[in-house]
């Protein structure tokens, strides 16, 4: 199939479910989450278990806390003025909240990639190259493999190769979101956190960005953050439906893609997913 | 119907008033004469002071108290104050500035306080700063009238300037770039090196010119610090006058001298005149850029 077909593929094509997705297994899991910005609750009671290497999508309308959940799983709303954490989050079972983690090697391990693509204004390779230099490859030559590596992950490599050391700024947003996607990957990460990672994008390169995420299934644990329910429904193993109470976000309801689109348990979710609300 | 209406001037929809007039004119005048006065005071400068000008003037060493001869000792005295002050202003500066804009928060008190002395400091006249120098530098540190002394007070007073300048090139920077360094688990200080610093460089370059302007003009704060001993600095620890202290000393207290300080006030009019075109380049540069970025 090429590009312009996958991307305006049909919504209604189930995504199946490939062996590697070990449902048995949370490689994250959220347990009775509560986040409160200065004293304001914006979720409550929200728990959710990730599972390795599946793609666990996160629907609900805006502001219902879908992003805020997102940044609590790698510890990005200690960036947060007044935000206060209760409840849990663990990572293959262990608390990542606690004040003595080290915080900047667990984001290395759960990258997140933001909505608006956002390379450094640098060349495409130093983009890479500088976290991994941080991150201690100093070595050039593994520099370079690491680069080429995730930028043929992500389906880059062909198109910037000879180019490398142009500004990633002179990139289309799709190219960019790609790099963004690369630079998260040549840490070589376990799980990756994507906050509606098409929303910025046309339908061509969204529909590029999709596939790509599809294609890393089974190796990474994916967590994304949609607004898309069809691009839910073409993705996503898991999925969890946010919705606001009383101005604070909680999940509704969680369980396997399939069984939510053709059997929700929840009124709301199924008005939801209907289209009759959200 | 509706495009009639549209492309209408707007003058037609109003009726344009006696008063509405005479505020116009109001305006137009007074803004006249204040452009007048500076051009009235740029061209009496080139009036008296070109026809002294010469290559000759800027490569001479001063004769009889600066009467005659030309003002070599002065722009080597000028450039070594100018370049003290710089070498301490700027990682000074540079560092006020990065603890302002990435490390503390806004809104939080030190922020406040920080910046509000600043607000005062930039607010002090040029000869308080003189006094200070000369109490602090000139007496206290022994360094006597000085290069250096002169140097450290300059410092001090463009300071403010420049940490204001640059603190605002390090806060346009997006936010994005501190998000995404964030996320990829960069500590603070690799993304302020590798990322923040050279984003924000022109917009740094534009607070060093500006700054440079500053310190160039001034006259009343070298006075009491570096003196004007009318010679070429062989030291740090040497007394030196600078463009408008020559200026000054010439005006004021060597009589005869008036031609030779307005040829003076045209060497430093012609350097202030290129640090400004200089700032100009650099902000237009700077802006495409940030629009590049914001694409």
Same mark, same amino acid.
């Given at each position: ?10 919504? /209604?094509?189930?995504?199946? +479910? =490939? ?8 490689? #994250?899991?959220? %347990? &009775? $989450? ?100 941080? /991150?201690?490859?100093?070595? +050039? =030559? ?8 995730? #930028?043929?992950? %992500? &389906? $880059? ?105 053709? +059997? =929700? ?12 609300? &959200? | ?295």
């Amino acid at each position: 199939m090429t590009t312009t077909e996958k991307a305006f593929r049909p919504w /209604h094509v189930p995504a199946s +479910r =490939p062996a590697c997705c070990d449902v048995k297994r949370p490689a #994250l899991q959220a %347990v &009775g $989450l509560g986040v409160r910005f200065s004293g304001r609750p914006v979720l409550a009671d929200v728990s959710l278990d990730m599972h390795h290497g599946c793609i666990t999508a996160i629907v609900g309308p805006s502001g219902c806390g879908k992003s805020t959940f997102l940044a609590s799983l790698n510890r990005m709303l200690d960036f947060e003025e007044g935000a206060a954490l209760t409840g849990d989050v663990r990572f293959h079972g262990e608390s990542i909240l606690g004040a003595d983690l080290d915080a900047q090697s667990l984001r290395r391990r759960i990258g997140l990639i933001a909505q608006r693509p956002n390379p450094f204004p640098l060349s495409i390779r130093r983009n890479l190259a500088f976290p991994l230099r941080e /991150h201690g490859v100093r070595d +050039r =030559p593994e520099q370079e493999r690491c680069i080429e590596e995730s #930028l043929r992950q %992500v &389906g $880059l490599w062909s198109e910037v190769c000879d180019r490398l050391d142009q500004p990633a700024l002179a990139l289309s947003g799709g190219q960019q979101q790609r790099l963004c996607l690369a630079r998260a990957l040549a840490l070589e990460p376990e799980v990756l956190l994507l906050d509606e990672p098409c929303s910025a994008l046309d339908p061509l390169a969204s529909g590029v960005v999709e596939d790509l995420i599809v294609d890393l299934r089974g190796r990474y644990t994916i967590v994304v953050v949609t607004h898309n329910l069809a691009q839910a429904r073409r993705i996503a193993d898991d999925m969890a439906v946010f919705w606001i109470e009383d101005g604070v976000g909680r999940i509704v309801e969680t369980g396997s893609a399939d069984e939510l689109f053709t +059997r =929700p348990r929840d009124a709301v979710t199924r008005a939801y997913i209907a289209g009759a609300r &959200g | 119907m509706l495009d009639r209406v549209l492309t209408q001037p707007r003058a037609k929809c109003r009726k344009v008033t006696l008063p509405d007039r005479l505020a116009a004119l109001l305006v137009w005048t007074v803004a006249t004469l204040v452009a007048g006065m500076l051009l009235w005071i740029v061209l009496d400068l080139l009036r008296h002071g070109l026809p002294h000008l010469s290559i000759g003037f800027l490569l001479d060493a001063p004769r009889d108290a600066g009467r005659a001869g030309g003002i070599a000792p002065v722009l080597v005295a000028t450039a070594m104050i100018l370049i003290v002050s710089l070498a301490v202003a700027v990682p000074l500066g540079l560092a006020t500035a990065l603890l302002l804009s990435e490390y503390i928060r806004r809104g939080s008190r030190f922020a406040g306080f920080v910046r509000h002395a600043l607000e005062v400091l930039a607010g002090v006249p040029s000869i308080v700063f003189g006094l200070f120098g000369n109490a602090l530098f000139v007496r206290y540190f022994g360094m006597g009238y000085s290069v250096a002394a002169g140097g450290l007070t300059l410092a001090c007073m463009v300071l403010p300037l420049f940490v204001r300048a640059s603190e605002e090139a390090l806060r346009s920077v997006p936010d994005d770039f501190r998000r995404a360094a964030d996320a990829l688990g960069l500590t603070r200080a690799a993304a302020i090196r590798s990322v923040l610093l050279p984003a924000a460089l022109p917009g740094i370059l534009v607070a060093l010119v500006l700054s440079t302007g500053r310190a160039l003009a001034e006259a009343a704060a070298l006075l009491f610090t570096s003196g004007y001993v009318l010679r070429v600095p062989e030291s740090l620890g040497d007394s030196g006058r600078t463009l408008a202290v020559h200026i000054y000393e010439l005006a004021m207290n060597v009589p005869g001298g008036e031609s030779q300080a307005y040829a003076t006030g045209v060497v430093l009019l012609g350097a202030l005149l290129l640090i400004n075109l200089l700032t100009a380049l650099l902000g237009r540069r700077y802006g495409a850029q940030v629009q590049g970025v914001r694409r």
